[in-house]
């Protein structure tokens, strides 16, 4: 499952990301695997005026888009 990832750093500053996770078989757990690392949320609010509503539309391409790769053609 893809999401956007919010990590706070310890000055409370919050850095985005897209972030897939999936089930590694050898290790026998879940991994994440960073697709897209995006920058920090104080930054992106000059840009945009809601920064995670507009990533949360990339997250949703981006899953689109994955599952047409994997669709029959």
């Known amino acids: 499952a893809m999401y956007l990832k919010k990590t706070p750093n310890l000055n409370g500053r919050i850095r985005l990301s897209i972030v ?11 991994r994440q695997k960073t697709v897209e690392s995006i920058g920090r949320l104080d930054e992106l609010e000059k840009k ?26």
């Open 20 to 30: 897939d996770t999936y089930y590694d078989k050898a290790k026998k757990c879940s």
């Open 48 to 73: 945009y005026d809601d920064p995670i509503a507009h990533f949360q539309k990339r997250v949703e391409q981006l899953k689109a888009d994955k599952s047409r790769q994997y669709c029959c053609i």
